[in-house]
């Protein structure tokens, strides 16, 4: 059975800290990995990763796939309070998307 | 360009009640996919289409329907709802291989 498993399920970091976010999935057909940044509304799309060992990054996050390991982590440098939020980690597999469960983030000013 | 738009925003219905959760999108994708949504948990697969006239069955489709006429439309139907059924509802559409564009959600309440 597909799955995709994130670790770990909630946060709670001080404003400035860097945290890592992960994602380990085990999923026939894999096409993509996809983050989400969920706040109090709808999941609003960050990386799309096609590509083990290259860099996305946008501002201070970044992300990167293991396709041999089968994992990604998502960085956040200095982060502020406004990441406070749930990430989500999605995999494209065939017609759906498989869902982790998330990763609550709180930052702590 | 709107993108994934959705109606009501918020409803609430009495027990055994119907009502269809309204979504549409404007970018011509041909997936389209319904997800419940519990407060504190993650996003379940109600139904998917993968184009006009096909239609499929998620992790949790029961107690609704969906139909898909057109490209741009794809109603979910509650046909006699239950306290189960409270939560949050998002829409969303993609082309195959391509990030996927959530609707903005619609909030239902079943007392």
């Known amino acids: 059975e597909d799955k995709v498993v994130q670790s770990p399920l909630s946060l709670v970091v001080h404003e400035g800290d860097t945290v890592t976010l992960n994602c380990s999935y085990e999923?026939?057909?894999?096409?993509?990995l996809l983050w989400y940044k969920q706040e109090k509304k709808a999941p609003t799309f960050l990386f799309m990763l096609?590509?083990s060992g290259i860099e996305k990054k946008s501002g201070r996050l970044s992300s990167i796939l293991d396709k041999k390991e089968l994992f990604s982590i998502l960085n956040i440098t200095a982060t502020q309070t406004g990441d406070s939020a749930v990430y989500l980690c999605a995999v494209d597999s065939n017609y759906q998307l498989i869902w982790g469960a998330g990763t609550k983030l709180i930052i702590k000013p | 360009n709107a993108g994934v738009t959705q109606t009501p925003k918020f409803r609430i219905l009495k027990i055994g009640q119907s009502m269809t959760l309204q979504c549409t999108q404007d970018m011509n994708h041909n997936y389209m996919y319904w997800y419940r949504q519990d407060p504190g948990m993650g996003l379940k697969l109600i139904y998917y289409s993968v184009g006009a006239g096909i239609t499929d069955k998620g992790e949790v489709p029961n107690g609704y329907n969906v139909s898909r006429s057109t490209t741009e439309d794809f109603p979910l139907r509650l046909e006699l709802a239950a306290p189960s059924q409270t939560s949050v509802y998002f829409c969303a559409s993609r082309r195959p291989e391509e990030t996927q564009y959530f609707g903005p959600g619609t909030r239902l309440l079943v007392l």
């Open positions: 999923v026939t057909n894999f096409r993509s």
């Open positions: 096609t590509s």
